[in-house]
């Protein structure tokens, strides 16, 4: 599928070609750049990815994502990029950047910058200016603190006050205030939305609720769904997003919404093939976008918390399947040993034990300290990884001390009990109002992971090493050489 508008392409030719480049400092060959989008395959470092369509069928020209709908020039692709995987990177952004000296409709003030009145009158202020956006491919998330709270929260650090960000550093927001605060966060894929559970990191878009999972109801509903709860929320998030980042002057219509929301949920997007492995859906491996056409998925499939609502169908941990037939790859060459480590790093993704504590939405859910799960307990979606239940978690990624530290902190304090925490996202918290929701965020889905770097919420783990590190260190899981070698290669193949 090749598609572009002629919105589309004015908006390309101000990026520039490389505004379409992979994920390295070089950028792609001229043959990949131009009018490739959606259904195009696209290089990045460890292979290539590729985005389709569900239907099979070319999307109308006159589709609202690729269409500026609001008064600052952006449309919805400015921040999702097929050759990002339907994201961005910081890479790809320093591109855009140093193209348009920092003028393309992606750095605007409004949420692009590290705060609302940073200065943008030269070149170097630019710079300043969208210094996370160009470091890190974070976008500013202005929230305001719901007044009925059960906490209080302190500025400890703000390093952008002087942008308009936040309130004063050491200031504490005064019961019953409810203040903007600045939380930056990565933009969410929009491809594979058809497999999502909740819309948005903090799930702040949920004005429909979510379906009740009821074990053995069989009521099985995706959220492509006409009426479901997702793609309504979905609708509402497609307008949103068109008044606030794009800072649209009037409501989208309802058709205008449709077209956009159908459009994400009509889209897969998958790494194809390796650099080493070759094609990932060779030799009975089943990688790629294409098998996603087709992945069943509904709400609470899998679910490791037994919300699955098909009768008698318990929590299967081996969620991923998709290099199964690898494990007995043959020979002795470069390729069959990648092949064979993508395998065995599946099979450390579905059964390595970790011993999962202190992870709100997990252990206080459960009632339990400790649980003995794996990495598929929090990404139960069969090959997909995402969870199909609403399951915000707070696994330690907003502790001040993870990340490169250029990211505001907050003091938040439980009224109730007096315990206090640092934080550099207050996460679900700031939605609901409640203690309990501290840092909470959902889990992403997992395809095309060498495509989209950095990764987490807020970018804090720059490579796919650095994720695997972080999950080795915060629940002591012991990975060994071997192992870690092995769940890379498999995470590089999703």
Request: proline content about 6%; aromatic content about 6%.
């Amino acid at each position: 599928m090749r598609y572009i508008t002629a919105n589309a392409a004015k908006s390309l030719v101000l990026m520039g070609p490389l505004a379409l480049g992979c994920a390295v400092e070089s950028g792609p060959d001229a043959a990949e750049t131009g009018q490739a989008l959606v259904g195009d395959s696209f290089a990045n470092p460890t292979g290539r990815h590729r985005t389709v369509s569900v239907d099979g069928r070319p999307i109308a020209e006159n589709n609202g994502f690729f269409q500026s709908l609001g008064t600052n020039g952006r449309a919805c692709v400015n921040c999702h990029q097929p050759a990002a995987a339907m994201g961005i990177t910081p890479v790809q952004i320093r591109q855009v950047f140093d193209a348009t000296a920092g003028l393309d409709p992606v750095f605007r003030l409004n949420d692009g910058a590290n705060g609302p009145l940073a200065r943008v009158s030269t070149l170097d202020d630019r710079r300043r200016a969208y210094s996370l956006l160009r470091d890190k491919a974070l976008i500013r998330i202005p929230i305001n603190l719901p007044a009925a709270r059960d906490f209080d929260v302190r500025v400890v650090l703000n390093p952008y006050a002087n942008t308009g960000a936040n309130p004063p550093q050491n200031a504490t927001v005064p019961a019953g205030a409810s203040p903007e605060l600045s939380f930056y966060r990565r933009p969410l894929l929009s491809a594979n939305t058809r497999f999502i559970s909740a819309v948005m990191w903090d799930g702040r878009e949920a004005t429909v609720s979510a379906v009740a999972t009821q074990p053995g109801s069989g009521q099985r509903v995706g959220a492509f769904q006409v009426g479901a709860p997702v793609r309504t929320n979905m609708l509402t998030q497609s307008n949103n997003a068109t008044l606030g980042h794009a800072q649209g002057a009037v409501n989208l219509n309802d058709a205008q919404r449709a077209s956009i929301t159908d459009f994400q949920m009509n889209i897969v997007v998958a790494q194809e093939s390796d650099n080493v492995a070759g094609p990932l859906n060779a030799a009975g491996a089943t990688g790629g976008p294409q098998p996603l056409r087709t992945q069943e998925t509904f709400f609470g499939i899998n679910d490791s918390h037994g919300g699955n609502p098909i009768p008698n169908t318990a929590f299967n941990p081996a969620a991923m399947n998709v290099f199964t037939q690898w494990a007995n790859a043959t020979g002795t060459n470069a390729q069959a040993n990648r092949r064979r480590s993508i395998a065995r790093g599946q099979n450390v993704f579905n059964s390595r034990v970790i011993r999962i504590s202190g992870v709100r939405g997990v252990n206080d859910a459960l009632g339990v300290a400790t649980l003995n799960g794996s990495c598929t307990t929090c990404h139960s979606h069969p090959n997909v990884g995402n969870h199909t239940d609403i399951l915000p978690l707070d696994v330690g990624i907003s502790n001040p001390g993870e990340g490169d530290n250029v990211l505001p902190v907050f003091r938040v304090t439980s009224r109730a009990t007096g315990v206090s925490e640092e934080t550099t996202d207050l996460g679900r918290a700031a939605i609901s109002g409640r203690f309990a929701d501290l840092n909470k965020q959902k889990g992403p889905t997992l395809r095309a992971l060498s495509a989209r770097p950095p990764y987490f919420h807020n970018g804090a783990a720059d490579t796919i090493d650095e994720v695997i590190s972080f999950y080795d260190r915060r629940f002591h899981i012991g990975f060994t050489s071997q192992e870690r070698a092995d769940l890379k290669a498999f995470l590089e193949a999703l």
